[in-house]
């Protein structure tokens, strides 16, 4: 389906004895918020960590914007227009927080590193265009008063806003959030719905695994349901949220439902 | 971007380096006080690569003096074995540390912390018994260089010899250290930052992490040739042991001991681990013990290093005053 930003067809992949995916495939529709779940060790994050090239599947195709990105290194993926965040953050306590940021806008310039070490060009000019979109983006996700803060001075709520600004600098079309919500209390989770759904707005396509119910019933327009490594069930949230095999394996508890 | 902070810390490193000989020539017996800054510079032109690698990029080489080595050992096969001009010296120096840097690199930059310390230990203990097993080298007795000689100037004239040397190492230091800067304050310093601190997240942010570590490794690996050159060409004379795995220790205590964040905290950390066996004076045989106990001091007080001091000091009057 041409509207289908990302395509993922039978991936496998095991570790050791144990399969972590058997055959799971799914598709993610452009400019959309869809939600991947499952219960703690369904494979959630081996299934990002498989599209964003940390690991290589052991069978089965992947395509982004119809490009099979199976042979992509990593560090190819935001240039192809995929960025991701990582479930326990990881932020870099040596820079502040703008410059932080500035490293999510790491694609836009010379490619050559040996350009910068003899300043051939203008370095500076790029520099402060890249300060500029840090700042936008912090200002975007309301940390723009913090932009000289050290990391360690933040909240843990700010450090997930700082992870989503950085991710935001590469200007991918497709946001891979690994749980953003962890940890967060519930007004901070609100004003997370509240900036992912101004993400999608700008056109950016949403992927996120996520345990907070709340958040992705009240956000998504898709769920795919992940157990023990398999395809359970996808549809709208209040599909998934009436599907008798989803419950029986992960909602059953009503406090999930929220 | 360089700062202006940099910009002027640049411009006074300049000018106190530029008239530091004239001042210490007024003194009496001033020749041997420039003397010393002969052998700092040498080893500062080493230790800002080694910097680089350690403290931004995050890796680390116990194996540096090896590839000093190497640079010294070009030079004697030109200039002594060859007879050929000194500048084919440096030039040879850097295109071997350029082939075995980057040979060697891909294998090694794959392992982190310990074994990667090792790894380049090892190197740089088979690097030195090459040179020792090697006879057409002198082998362990060593062997002897002719002057350096640049066009018809001779470095090694005694009229003028540890000002010509330390005009040209520090010139040297001050374009390594020029280029240093301009690295470290692009975006392909706050790649090797953000590789330091965690590689998977650097590459998903699109860091090529293996060509930054490939890059800063051979990069200080040249800088430890020519530094390697310059020693050689400076003694007359190398030994297989003039750098061995003491001095590749003493480098990384230079870097560390400076502060890892800093470049310019390596030129305090070079000039004071130096300094140390001059005051010792005929106490130098203790030597060890003081480098061991400066190391030992700087990573339980000060693991950022010297330069975290003035830091520190604000840190500690805030906390006084409020």
Known sequence: MADNILIA????????????????????????????????????TTVFNIISRIYQQDSGEIFFQNKDITNFAPHQLPQLGISRTFQNIVLFPNMNLVENIMVGGHIYGSSSIFKYLFAVFSSKREDELLFKRAMNNLEFVGLQ????????????GQLRLAEIARCLMSDSELLLLDEPAAGLNPKETEDLARLLLEIKKIGKTIFIVEHDMNLVMTIS????????????????PSEISTNPQVIASYLGDDQYIG | MITKKDTFQLSFFFIIMFFLPVILNSFQGGGYYIGIFVP????????????????????????????????????VYICNKLGYSALYGFALSILLNFIIGFLISKPILKLKGHYLAMATLGIGLIIQIISREFMYFGGGEGISLPDLKIFDFNFN??????????????????????????????KAGRALKALHINELAAQS???????????????????????????????????????DLHTSIKLVTMVILGGTLNIWGTLFGVFILMIIPELLGKFDEYEGIVLGAVLIVILLFLPDGLTSIPKKLKRLCFKNNG
């Open chain 1, 221 to 236: 327009e898709k769920i795919i349901v992940l157990n023990f490594g398999e395809f359970l069930a996808k549809g709208t």
């Open chain 2, 205 to 243: 942010l699109g860091i090529n992490v293996t060509a930054y570590k490939t890059f800063i490794f051979v990069f200080s690996t040249i800088l430890a040739g020519i530094s390697g050159s310059i020693a050689a060409h400076y003694n007359s004379y190398i030994l297989p042991t003039t750098f």
């Open chain 1, 145 to 156: 008063k913090l932009a000289y803060s050290e990391i360690s001075e933040l909240t843990f």
């Open chain 2, 40 to 75: 700092i510079g040498f080893f500062t032109l080493t230790a800002l690569g080694l910097n680089l690698l350690i403290g931004f990029a995050g890796q680390i080489s116990l194996g540096h003096a090896g590839f000093m080595t190497i640079g010294a050992y070009s030079s």
């Open chain 2, 157 to 186: 004239d005694f009229k003028h010899k540890e000002f010509a040397y330390y005009y040209l190492v520090w010139l040297l230091n001050f374009c390594v250290l020029k280029l240093s800067l301009n690295f470290i304050n692009s």
């Open chain 1, 9 to 44: 067809k039978n991936i496998s992949k095991s570790f050791g004895g144990i399969h972590a995916l058997k055959n799971f495939s799914f598709s993610v529709k452009k400019n959309s918020i869809t939600a991947l779940i499952g219960p703690n060790g369904a494979g959630k």
